[in-house]
C-alpha cells in the first residue's frame, strides 16, 4: 500500500477578518501573530503523525487556510527545515502556498521562495471593486494586480488564480472582464467555481440576491468557452490548467491518495499496510491546538469497507477523466463487482462511461450529486 502518493496538509487558521461566505476554519487574527508557538506546535504534531507515515516521502505540500500569507517567510524557512529534519520532501515536490492580496508584499514572496515554496493560490475572487467589498475581501483591485505582478517578478511561474463567478449582482459581462484579467497574466493554474452559499456562513445568515439561474448558466457557458479557447483544459468540476500545470496536490485528493494533515482544524487520510484506510482531523480552535496539556488529534474514523468504493469515487468523477480501474482497485484494494451495482445504473441513466477508465459523461458532470447518489442509495 506505500505505493499510494503522499502529499501533506498544513492549516493555518487565522485570517484578517471572516468573509461573510467562507466556511472554513479560520478564525480573527490576534495583534500579534503566536509564530514561534504555532511552529512547534505543528512540528509536534507533524511528529505524532509520523509513527504512521514515516518512512513515505512527501509528494507534495499545500499550505492552505485561513491566511497563510500573513505568517512571516522566516517561519516557513524554519517550519520546511523542521520538516525536512522529520521527514523527506522529495525533490520534484510541489508546495503551495494560498496568498492573499491584501498581505502582499514584494519581499514576503521573495522570502517564500527561498523557503522552497514553489507555487502560490492567490485569492483574487474578482476584479470588480463593487463585488470585492460584498464579499468582504480586504483587497481592493489595484492590489490585487500589484500582487500578482509582484509574485511574477519574484519568479513565481507557476501559480493559481482563484475566481469566483455568480456574485451577488453579477452580470455576464461582468464575469468575463474578471476572466479576461485573470488571463492577461497567464497564469498556470486557475480555479473559477459559482458562489454557493454555505452554512454557519454570514451569507447564510442574511442570504445576499444572487443571478437568475438563466444568467448563471450564461456565465458557466461562456466562461468555459474562453478558457478553452486560451489553452486551459476543465480537468476538475472547478479547476483549468495549461498542460502539465494541474495541481498536483490536489490531484491527489481526488486520486484518492494519502496525507497527512497538521495544523488547527487539519484532516488527513492515511492507508495503512494492513489496508485499513482512516481519515484523521485535528482540534479547531487554535488556542486548544496550542495549549499543551491538549491533544491535537481531535478525532478519528476507519472508513468501513462497504464505504470505501463510495468514498473514492465521490472524489475522482470530479475528475474530466476519472480513474482507471486498475487504479480504483489500488487505492481501495476493492474488486470493481463490488460497485458494479450502481455502476451500472448510472450508465444506464447516461451519468457514467465505463470502459478502461471510469468517468462521469458530459451529463454526469453537470448532474454530479445524481451520480452520486446513485452510490449512496446502492445496498
Not at 521562495?113 to 493560490?121: D, E, H, M, P
Not at 458562489?195 to 440576491?209: S, V
Amino acid at each position: 500500500m506505500n505505493a499510494i502518493p503522499l502529499s501533506l496538509y498544513i492549516h493555518t487558521p487565522w485570517c484578517v477578518r471572516k468573509c461573510p461566505y467562507c466556511d472554513f476554519n479560520s478564525h480573527t487574527a490576534p495583534e500579534g501573530l503566536p509564530e514561534d508557538a504555532y511552529l512547534a506546535a505543528l512540528l509536534d504534531d507533524l511528529e505524532q503523525d509520523l509513527t504512521m507515515a514515516a518512512t513515505r516521502p512527501i509528494a507534495s505540500v499545500f499550505i492552505g487556510g485561513g491566511t497563510p500569507s500573513l505568517l512571516s517567510p522566516g517561519f516557513y524557512q524554519k517550519l520546511f527545515r523542521g520538516i525536512s529534519e522529520r521527514i523527506d520532501i522529495r525533490a520534484d515536490a510541489e508546495i503551495t502556498l494560498e496568498a492573499n492580496p491584501g498581505t502582499a508584499e514584494a519581499g514576503r514572496f521573495e522570502g517564500y521562495r527561498a523557503a522552497g515554496i514553489n507555487r502560490l493560490s492567490m485569492g483574487i475572487q474578482s476584479f470588480n471593486p463593487e463585488h470585492l467589498q460584498r464579499l468582504g475581501r480586504i483587497h481592493d483591485c489595484d492590489q490585487a494586480l500589484k500582487a500578482i505582478e509582484m509574485a511574477t517578478v519574484a519568479g513565481f511561474e507557476n501559480f493559481n488564480l482563484d475566481l469566483m463567478h455568480g456574485l451577488p449582482g453579477q452580470t455576464l459581462e461582468q464575469a468575463m472582464f474578471d476572466l479576461n484579467t485573470a488571463l492577461s497574466f497567464n497564469p498556470a493554474h486557475l480555479s473559477w467555481y459559482q458562489l454557493t452559499i454555505e452554512p454557519n456562513t454570514e451569507f447564510y445568515k442574511r442570504p445576499p440576491e444572487l443571478p437568475q439561474d438563466e444568467t448563471l448558466w450564461d456565465i458557466q457557458e461562456a466562461g468555459q468557452a474562453l478558457l478553452a479557447t486560451n489553452g486551459y483544459r476543465h480537468y476538475e468540476i472547478s479547476a483549468f490548467a495549461r498542460a502539465g500545470r494541474e495541481s498536483r496536490h490536489n490531484l491527489n485528493y481526488w486520486r484518492f491518495g494519502d496525507y497527512l494533515g497538521i495544523g488547527a482544524g487539519a484532516h488527513g487520510k492515511l492507508t495503512h499496510a494492513d489496508g485499513v484506510i482512516e481519515r484523521r482531523w485535528k482540534t479547531r480552535l487554535p488556542k486548544d491546538y496550542l495549549t499543551a496539556s491538549k491533544p491535537y488529534l481531535a478525532g478519528r474514523e476507519v472508513i468501513e469497507s462497504h464505504q470505501v468504493g463510495l468514498e473514492c469515487l465521490m472524489n475522482a468523477l470530479r475528475l474530466h477523466d476519472g480513474i482507471s480501474v486498475e487504479l480504483f482497485q489500488q487505492r481501495t484494494g476493492l474488486d470493481l463487482q463490488s460497485v458494479q451495482g450502481p455502476l451500472n445504473k448510472a450508465i444506464d441513466m447516461g451519468l457514467l462511461e465505463q470502459g478502461d477508465q471510469i468517468k462521469a459523461t458530459e451529463r454526469g458532470r453537470l448532474y454530479l450529486n445524481e451520480l452520486l447518489a446513485q452510490f449512496l442509495t446502492d445496498d
